[in-house]
């Protein structure tokens, strides 16, 4: 075996030690041609030996491997990892060269001999994480003779920056080719894992690539398997990608809750637990819809943990899939919080969303206690059942989608005039502006009791369910009831469409009539709900890409100050008003001209510490002033 590489001389002067090489060579399958290749090299200590742009922090996690970047542009860079995890952060197993000292920060790598593949689309390129497992496919594909070009990543979400893909990213051509995604098999249980693959995924589709997904199988111990993990125990790279199956938005989602029966059980707990949840108020109604949105987000990105489901709920995108405002959200998570439905985790970085546990009693996890293993036949079908893509454990969409609160036409307006100190003004009574007349949650809850009772429910049940303890069928049919009844409404003598009958009166309560899905469709077109919704993304997204970044954007000048003044919106920093004048001298100035930080006018009345002045720009009201603002006299006669 060649060993120069391990010498260290003027000629070669990478140096890597017997433990760095065991760990290369026997624990990550990687050929030692390929190590040579590369130029890898181990370091003692952090200080003297790695670059400059690695910080103090960084350099304290010596010893360790220091490998050199060669980036898919033909460009240089270094990335060290430690032989110690991070005891803060225990998946945080490469450090890269930080921008402010200068370094290149999250790029790609490419081994330097298949640098000549990243442009040729005829030839395959899977993306995984680490330049380790990178390195170990270039060498399996060299002893099989596959033509394959490997991209790696130093962390799941390394190939973005700011919220954006890195430029790397656009170095390697995809449109058309195909491209495969092989992240550690804890893909399908970890959810920052799951996200970050999701994610990549899109990116890689909205450029054309045609993906695929390689999903690896865990160790037999439970542990989580890499790609240097699969080879370095005998597997081969041609086994590796006959594990590839064609990306679907669901996919990574079918193979997490096809691997664990536990996970089942415990989602179908928390879907059944909806029910509990009571529906005569609009809280109520708003509650159950974001339980609804947690178990979903639970399906795809949950994580088992001891007393439930681990999730992450973005307040933004709840609000999304709930379909109500962020406030809604966050208000009916701390009630369920304190229902004893949840609990929560703060998160730790701003940019990160709080995560949730959905409570599962220990017996939920217990229910196979007592039954006894299962039989060689049972754990097969296990088997077959996993390496099924088509298999589905999800339950079926709810056949009623998430409706929205109706939208009053007239909103008030909170706050203050931009630069002064006039509380803003709503639209005017006397103008006629209609609202957006919506079922509403209320009403969507009771299809959805229709649907799970057979299309049919008797007046005690819709009362008992949905009624306050005093309401009578007649209030409840009249005010709750007639929209869906497709009884028309009226406004100042004018109808209003509600749209067509959804359910339809018995003598024993009401029943959903045929077609009812269509017609309830065409009261969420009438109520306009699909553009309030597209309206609220837009308005997230651009919350989105503000804090992305915020820390480019430079405080603008405080409308309160004068034109040019050197204000950038501290309170410290704004005008002082100049000292009021005397009381007593106020008093003799009520009818006179006076001139204001608001423009000219008469001073009408003296009330406490308020001065009532009649401004010219308005000589309909008066306005109450600070007597700060009352700058100077303007009758000549008093000056």
């Not at 804890?186 to 920052?192: E, Q």
């Not at 007639?482 to 409404?489: T, V």
Request: neutral net charge; hydrophobic residues 35%; proline residues 7%.
């Amino acid at each position: 075996m060649d060993t120069s590489y391990r010498t260290a001389t003027n000629s070669n002067p990478p140096w890597l030690s017997d433990e760095h090489l065991r760990t290369l060579v026997s624990g990550s399958a990687i050929s030692p041609e390929v190590i040579k290749e590369r130029g890898i090299r181990s370091v003692r200590r952090g200080r003297g030996q790695l670059p400059s742009v690695y910080s103090r922090r960084q350099k304290q996690r010596a010893p360790g491997i220091l490998f050199t970047v060669h980036r898919p542009n033909g460009e240089t860079s270094t990335i060290f990892r430690p032989d110690e995890p991070d005891p803060a952060n225990p998946g945080h197993k490469y450090e890269q060269p930080v921008k402010r000292l200068g370094g290149s920060g999250n790029v790609l790598d490419t081994h330097p001999s298949a640098r000549h593949l990243v442009g040729d689309t005829s030839v395959p390129v899977i993306f995984t994480e680490g330049v380790k497992k990178g390195d170990a496919i270039t060498s399996a594909a060299r002893a099989e003779g596959i033509e394959l070009l490997a991209i790696s990543i130093s962390g799941t979400w390394n190939w973005m920056s700011d919220g954006e893909p890195i430029p790397d990213m656009f170095d390697v051509p995809v449109e058309g080719r195909r491209t495969l995604i092989c992240f550690d098999s804890d893909v399908a249980r970890n959810p920052g894992v799951q996200m970050a693959c999701e994610a990549l995924a899109r990116h890689l589709t909205q450029r054309g690539a045609e993906l695929e997904i390689v999903l690896l199988p865990d160790l037999p111990d439970g542990a989580k398997r890499g790609v240097d993990d699969h080879l370095a125990n005998g597997g081969t790279l041609e086994q590796l990608l006959a594990l590839a199956r064609p990306f679907e938005a669901d996919l990574l989602q079918r193979a997490k809750l096809s691997r664990s029966e536990q996970l089942r059980r415990a989602l179908a707990f928390v879907t059944r637990r909806e029910l509990e949840l009571p529906a005569r108020t609009r809280r109520g109604c708003s509650k159950r819809a974001v339980w609804r949105t947690a178990v979903e987000l639970a399906e795809r990105r949950g994580k088992l943990v001891e007393d439930g489901i681990e999730v992450p709920i973005p307040i933004l995108s709840g609000a999304e899939m709930a379909a109500v405002g962020k406030s809604t959200v966050a208000a009916c998570l701390g009630d369920l919080v304190e229902d004893g439905l949840m609990r929560r985790i703060r998160r730790k970085r701003s940019e990160h969303a709080d995560s949730y546990i959905l409570l599962v009693p220990g017996g939920v996890f217990r229910g196979n206690e007592g039954r006894g293993e299962k039989s060689e036949r049972g754990r097969n079908e296990d088997r077959e059942r996993e390496d099924v893509p088509g298999f589905r454990v999800i339950p079926p969409l709810d056949p009623v989608p998430e409706m929205r609160w109706s939208s009053p036409g007239r909103k008030p307006r909170r706050g203050l005039v931009e630069g002064t100190r006039r509380v803003r003004q709503g639209s005017s009574l006397a103008s006629e502006i209609l609202g957006k007349r919506r079922p509403g949650k209320k009403r969507a809850e009771i299809l959805r009791y229709l649907c799970e009772n057979g299309g049919e429910a008797t007046r005690q049940e819709l009362l008992e369910a949905f009624g306050g303890e005093r309401t009578q069928w007649r209030d409840f049919k009249r005010q709750t009831l007639a929209p869906l009844l497709g009884r028309q409404r009226q406004y100042n003598g004018q109808p209003l469409s509600v749209g067509p009958a959804v359910i339809a009166l018995t003598d024993e309560g009401i029943r959903m009539v045929d077609g009812w899905d269509a017609a309830l469709e065409q009261h969420r077109r009438i109520g306009e709900e699909q553009a309030a919704a597209d309206e609220q993304q837009r308005r997230h997204l651009e919350q989105r890409i503000a804090f992305r970044r915020r820390n480019e954007i430079q405080p603008d000048h405080h409308p309160a100050n004068a034109e040019g003044g050197p204000a950038d919106g501290w309170v410290e920093e704004l005008e002082r008003l100049p000292e009021p004048p005397d009381a007593r001298e106020l008093l003799r100035l009520i009818g006179h001209r006076v001139e204001t930080v608001r423009g000219p006018g008469e001073l009408w009345d003296i009330k406490g510490n308020e001065a009532r002045v009649v401004l010219d720009a308005d000589p309909s009201r008066w306005v109450p002033l600070d007597p700060a603002e009352l700058l100077l006299l303007r009758d000549p006669a008093l000056r």
